[in-house]
Protein backbone atom coordinates (compact mmCIF):
# COMPACT_ATOMS: atom_id res chain seq x y z
CA UNK A 1 0.00 0.00 0.00
CA UNK A 2 0.97 3.50 -0.87
CA UNK A 3 1.43 6.26 1.34
CA UNK A 4 3.12 9.50 2.04
CA UNK A 5 5.27 11.47 5.03
CA UNK A 6 5.51 14.80 5.29
CA UNK A 7 7.67 15.48 7.63
CA UNK A 8 6.89 19.14 8.61
CA UNK A 9 3.63 19.79 9.56
CA UNK A 10 4.31 23.73 9.43
CA UNK A 11 7.34 25.79 8.05
CA UNK A 12 7.82 29.37 9.19
CA UNK A 13 10.43 31.25 6.97
CA UNK A 14 10.98 35.00 6.36
CA UNK A 15 9.95 36.45 3.22
CA UNK A 16 13.22 36.13 0.37
CA UNK A 17 14.72 33.08 2.47
CA UNK A 18 15.14 29.56 0.93
CA UNK A 19 12.55 27.18 2.05
CA UNK A 20 12.69 22.94 1.54
CA UNK A 21 9.13 21.02 2.70
CA UNK A 22 10.08 17.71 2.81
CA UNK A 23 8.60 14.77 1.71
CA UNK A 24 9.16 10.74 1.61
CA UNK A 25 6.39 7.91 0.03
CA UNK A 26 6.28 4.08 0.27
CA UNK A 27 5.43 2.35 -2.60
CA UNK A 28 5.88 -1.33 -4.29
CA UNK A 29 5.88 -0.26 -7.81
CA UNK A 30 6.83 2.90 -9.49
CA UNK A 31 4.62 6.13 -9.00
CA UNK A 32 3.91 9.25 -10.01
CA UNK A 33 4.68 12.05 -7.52
CA UNK A 34 2.50 15.57 -7.31
CA UNK A 35 3.44 18.49 -4.96
CA UNK A 36 -0.71 20.32 -4.69
CA UNK A 37 -0.82 23.62 -3.13
CA UNK A 38 -3.94 25.23 -1.08
CA UNK A 39 -4.92 28.18 -0.26
CA UNK A 40 -7.23 29.30 2.84
CA UNK A 41 -10.98 28.28 1.10
CA UNK A 42 -10.05 26.77 -1.77
CA UNK A 43 -9.31 23.48 -3.51
CA UNK A 44 -6.03 22.17 -4.45
CA UNK A 45 -4.16 23.56 -7.04
CA UNK A 46 -1.39 21.39 -8.82
CA UNK A 47 2.42 23.21 -8.07
CA UNK A 48 4.48 20.52 -10.24
CA UNK A 49 4.46 17.02 -11.20
CA UNK A 50 6.95 13.68 -11.83
CA UNK A 51 6.00 11.61 -14.20
CA UNK A 52 9.78 9.93 -15.87
CA UNK A 53 12.31 11.26 -17.05
CA UNK A 54 14.68 14.10 -15.35
CA UNK A 55 14.42 13.81 -11.66
CA UNK A 56 14.03 17.75 -11.09
CA UNK A 57 10.91 19.17 -12.05
CA UNK A 58 9.89 22.69 -11.83
CA UNK A 59 7.51 24.91 -11.55
CA UNK A 60 6.54 28.18 -13.12
CA UNK A 61 6.40 30.19 -9.52
CA UNK A 62 9.88 29.52 -8.86
CA UNK A 63 9.08 26.11 -6.81
CA UNK A 64 11.37 22.96 -7.86
CA UNK A 65 11.41 19.03 -6.77
CA UNK A 66 13.33 16.30 -7.10
CA UNK A 67 12.78 12.79 -7.08
CA UNK A 68 15.18 10.49 -5.06
CA UNK A 69 14.32 6.87 -5.95
CA UNK A 70 16.99 5.53 -3.31
CA UNK A 71 15.72 7.64 -0.83
CA UNK A 72 12.04 7.26 -1.54
CA UNK A 73 11.50 11.20 -1.12
CA UNK A 74 9.99 14.30 -3.38
CA UNK A 75 11.17 17.63 -1.63
CA UNK A 76 9.77 20.63 -2.39
CA UNK A 77 12.01 23.58 -2.89
CA UNK A 78 12.28 27.15 -3.29
CA UNK A 79 15.22 29.58 -3.73
CA UNK A 80 13.51 32.46 -2.15
CA UNK A 81 10.16 32.72 -0.71
CA UNK A 82 7.24 35.72 -1.24
CA UNK A 83 4.21 36.61 1.23
CA UNK A 84 2.30 35.43 -1.30
CA UNK A 85 3.90 31.58 -0.97
CA UNK A 86 1.92 31.23 2.15
CA UNK A 87 -0.50 28.56 1.99
CA UNK A 88 -0.64 24.65 2.47
CA UNK A 89 1.10 22.32 0.86
CA UNK A 90 0.54 18.45 -0.07
CA UNK A 91 2.63 15.87 -1.78
CA UNK A 92 0.86 12.77 -3.13
CA UNK A 93 1.83 9.89 -5.44
CA UNK A 94 -0.39 7.62 -7.32
CA UNK A 95 0.08 4.49 -9.24
CA UNK A 96 -1.96 3.31 -12.14
CA UNK A 97 -5.64 4.92 -12.40
CA UNK A 98 -5.32 8.61 -10.81
CA UNK A 99 -6.22 7.73 -7.30
CA UNK A 100 -4.10 10.12 -4.99
CA UNK A 101 -2.65 9.08 -1.76
CA UNK A 102 -1.85 12.93 -0.16
CA UNK A 103 0.16 13.48 3.00
CA UNK A 104 -1.03 15.14 5.96
CA UNK A 105 0.30 18.93 4.51
CA UNK A 106 2.79 21.03 5.17
CA UNK A 107 1.68 24.76 6.25
CA UNK A 108 3.94 27.19 4.80
CA UNK A 109 4.36 30.63 6.77
CA UNK A 110 6.16 33.48 5.38
CA UNK A 111 6.76 36.47 8.08
CA UNK A 112 7.94 39.52 6.21
CA UNK B 1 -12.64 26.86 -20.34
CA UNK B 2 -14.59 25.89 -17.26
CA UNK B 3 -12.50 23.99 -14.62
CA UNK B 4 -14.44 21.77 -11.78
CA UNK B 5 -17.21 23.36 -10.03
CA UNK B 6 -18.75 21.65 -7.21
CA UNK B 7 -21.69 22.96 -5.28
CA UNK B 8 -23.11 23.91 -2.98
CA UNK B 9 -20.02 25.89 -1.46
CA UNK B 10 -21.07 24.95 2.25
CA UNK B 11 -23.99 23.10 3.48
CA UNK B 12 -24.86 22.50 7.28
CA UNK B 13 -27.00 19.38 8.24
CA UNK B 14 -27.44 17.45 11.50
CA UNK B 15 -27.07 13.85 12.16
CA UNK B 16 -28.79 11.12 10.61
CA UNK B 17 -29.74 13.07 8.05
CA UNK B 18 -28.40 12.82 4.50
CA UNK B 19 -26.86 15.03 1.86
CA UNK B 20 -25.92 14.82 -1.78
CA UNK B 21 -23.17 17.25 -3.45
CA UNK B 22 -22.95 18.26 -6.80
CA UNK B 23 -19.60 18.25 -9.01
CA UNK B 24 -19.29 19.29 -12.85
CA UNK B 25 -15.61 18.11 -14.27
CA UNK B 26 -13.82 20.21 -16.32
CA UNK B 27 -14.22 20.51 -20.34
CA UNK B 28 -13.44 17.44 -21.84
CA UNK B 29 -12.79 15.17 -18.68
CA UNK B 30 -14.63 11.52 -18.37
CA UNK B 31 -13.33 10.75 -14.92
CA UNK B 32 -14.83 11.78 -11.75
CA UNK B 33 -12.82 11.36 -8.17
CA UNK B 34 -14.32 12.40 -4.85
CA UNK B 35 -12.18 13.08 -1.89
CA UNK B 36 -12.76 13.58 2.03
CA UNK B 37 -10.67 16.22 3.54
CA UNK B 38 -11.28 16.75 7.03
CA UNK B 39 -9.82 19.85 9.02
CA UNK B 40 -5.84 19.98 9.50
CA UNK B 41 -5.66 16.58 7.32
CA UNK B 42 -4.72 15.35 3.73
CA UNK B 43 -7.29 14.58 1.74
CA UNK B 44 -8.71 11.12 1.44
CA UNK B 45 -9.75 8.76 -1.59
CA UNK B 46 -13.59 7.94 -1.36
CA UNK B 47 -13.89 6.54 -5.07
CA UNK B 48 -13.40 7.35 -8.38
CA UNK B 49 -16.16 7.02 -11.50
CA UNK B 50 -15.71 6.44 -15.08
CA UNK B 51 -18.61 5.50 -17.80
CA UNK B 52 -21.01 5.56 -15.14
CA UNK B 53 -19.88 3.28 -12.81
CA UNK B 54 -17.29 2.74 -9.64
CA UNK B 55 -14.22 2.15 -10.64
CA UNK B 56 -12.09 2.55 -7.44
CA UNK B 57 -12.81 2.43 -3.82
CA UNK B 58 -11.16 4.27 -0.45
CA UNK B 59 -11.69 2.72 2.92
CA UNK B 60 -15.22 4.60 3.09
CA UNK B 61 -18.38 2.70 4.71
CA UNK B 62 -21.38 2.14 2.22
CA UNK B 63 -23.29 4.91 3.95
CA UNK B 64 -21.01 7.12 0.98
CA UNK B 65 -22.41 6.18 -2.54
CA UNK B 66 -22.34 8.33 -5.60
CA UNK B 67 -23.46 8.34 -9.21
CA UNK B 68 -22.05 9.46 -12.27
CA UNK B 69 -24.34 10.89 -15.14
CA UNK B 70 -23.95 10.83 -18.98
CA UNK B 71 -22.93 14.07 -19.87
CA UNK B 72 -19.73 13.01 -16.88
CA UNK B 73 -21.11 15.13 -13.90
CA UNK B 74 -20.85 13.51 -10.33
CA UNK B 75 -23.05 13.46 -7.15
CA UNK B 76 -22.07 12.20 -4.10
CA UNK B 77 -24.70 11.44 -1.28
CA UNK B 78 -24.12 10.62 2.39
CA UNK B 79 -26.65 8.67 4.33
CA UNK B 80 -26.70 8.58 8.30
CA UNK B 81 -24.66 11.62 8.72
CA UNK B 82 -22.23 10.97 11.67
CA UNK B 83 -20.50 14.52 13.58
CA UNK B 84 -17.06 12.31 11.96
CA UNK B 85 -18.61 13.35 8.66
CA UNK B 86 -17.75 17.23 8.72
CA UNK B 87 -15.44 17.64 6.28
CA UNK B 88 -14.24 19.69 2.96
CA UNK B 89 -15.41 17.05 0.38
CA UNK B 90 -13.16 18.01 -2.77
CA UNK B 91 -14.09 16.68 -6.64
CA UNK B 92 -11.40 15.72 -8.91
CA UNK B 93 -11.53 14.88 -12.48
CA UNK B 94 -9.13 13.80 -15.04
CA UNK B 95 -9.06 11.39 -18.57
CA UNK B 96 -9.58 8.03 -17.67
CA UNK B 97 -6.87 6.78 -20.24
CA UNK B 98 -4.38 9.68 -19.61
CA UNK B 99 -2.97 7.99 -16.30
CA UNK B 100 -0.34 10.27 -16.10
CA UNK B 101 -2.59 13.52 -16.38
CA UNK B 102 -2.96 15.53 -13.08
CA UNK B 103 -6.68 15.61 -11.52
CA UNK B 104 -8.34 18.80 -11.93
CA UNK B 105 -9.67 19.49 -8.26
CA UNK B 106 -12.70 22.44 -7.43
CA UNK B 107 -13.07 24.19 -4.87
CA UNK B 108 -14.98 21.66 -2.84
CA UNK B 109 -18.28 21.60 -0.54
CA UNK B 110 -17.44 22.24 3.12
CA UNK B 111 -20.14 20.31 5.33
CA UNK B 112 -20.70 20.51 9.04
CA UNK B 113 -22.76 18.52 10.86
CA UNK B 114 -24.39 19.41 13.74
Known amino acids: AQSVTQLDSQVPVFEEAPVELRCNYS??????LFWYVQYPNQGLQLLLK??????LVESINGFEAEFNKSQTSFHLRKPSVHISDTAEYFC??????????FGAGTILRVKS | DAGVTQSPTHLIKTRGQQVTLRCSPK?????VSWYQQALGQGPQFIFQ???????QRGNFPDRFSGHQFPNYSSELNVNALLLGDSALYLC?????????????FGDGTRLSIL
Open chain 2, 27 to 31: SGHDT
Open chain 2, 92 to 104: ASSFWDRENQPQH
Open chain 1, 50 to 55: YLSGST
Open chain 1, 92 to 101: AVSEYGNKLV
Open chain 1, 27 to 32: SSVSVY
Open chain 2, 49 to 55: YYEEEER
